[in-house]
């Protein structure tokens, strides 16, 4: 293992830099802070492994055999950033990357990580809390949590786990089954090639899924938000898309052969396909699309529901 670091630079006052995600945690009481920089050797395919407290962590795929650890440390007394501790190990697969606090007290200290791995890499545990989660240009599967932040990744290659709360999850050209799971905040998925699973409360949903894989199940379920989902293939996929006081619409492939359940309480229902053999009323619309096939759910309160062709 090759390591090197850390390489200390201590300021007494705090400047917050453009888009720093931890004002709720660097207080004026936080006022000393002091970078770090590790390295150590992971060869492509291997596991990353990070668990950090009151600050983001990014990280950036590369094509480098090695993992880069950057970022800033912050406390609000001198004594709290010396006991502070950035722990890097690596066993020739595993790179463990962990924030010690000082003595037990996390309330005025933390840390901000910015990572470089090999693209190809595992984020086998991603945790952090009060900041987001950025990761890019990754080819492997990723569990990432946080808590009073966000979620965001892209060009990613691998299943996903994500949560967290009170922040958004948002995922562009991502290939893999995604399951995604927060509250009080927006989950965003552009141009997905896999299954999806995406849960929140008192906010929406949005997904485009370019090929969810044949016969992998699509949920989409909030409360207090509206959900849109556009499918470009529709592969024999169940779909459940669940809300409350807010609009559900889907938008599918002209050759659709599906079943249709659709109801509401307070809101209009509208489908551009035919539907036949079934039943349809004020608050309800139910029955075969194309000849039938996988059950269509669509669920909601105070909201229209719309089923929409490509």
Known sequence: MRLRGPLPVLLVSLVLTSGCDLDSVLSETAR???E?????????????????????????????????????????????????????TSDGQTARIRTVAPSGRRSHAGARYMLRAPHRVELD??????????AE????????????????????????????????ISLTEVRGDCVLRTSNGRISVERLKGALEATT??????????????GRVIRLVTSNGSIELALDAFQQNEIVAQTSNGSVT?????????????TTSNGAIHSDFPVLAGSMGKD???????????????????????VQRF
Not at 58 to 79: C, N, Q, T
Not at 146 to 159: C, H, K, M, P
Not at 287 to 292: F, S, T
Request: net charge positive; aromatic share 4%.
């Open 36 to 88: 770090f920089t590790y390295t150590c050797a992971l060869p492509a395919g291997g596991r990353l492994d990070l668990e950090n407290f009151n600050g983001s962590v990014e990280i950036m795929g590369w094509e480098k055999d090695e993992v880069r650890v950057s970022g800033l440390k912050f406390a609000g007394s001198e004594a709290d950033l010396r006991e502070l501790k950035i722990e890097v």
């Open 125 to 134: 545990r991603i945790r952090t809390s009060n900041g987001s989660i950025r």
């Open 137 to 168: 240009f990754i080819q492997g599967s990723a569990r990432l949590e946080t808590s009073n932040g966000s979620i965001t990744l892209r060009q990613l290659e691998g299943s996903v786990e994500a949560r967290t709360s009170n922040g958004s």
């Open 250 to 262: 889907v938008r599918l492939p002209a050759s659709l052969q599906a079943r249709l359940r659709a």
């Open 32 to 34: 000393f802070r002091e």
């Open 201 to 214: 409360s008192n906010a929406s949903v949005s997904a485009r899924i370019l090929e969810p894989g044949v």
């Open 284 to 306: 309800h619309l139910e029955g075969e699309i194309g000849g039938g096939g996988p059950l269509i759910r669509l669920a909601t309160t105070n909201g229209s529901i719309r």
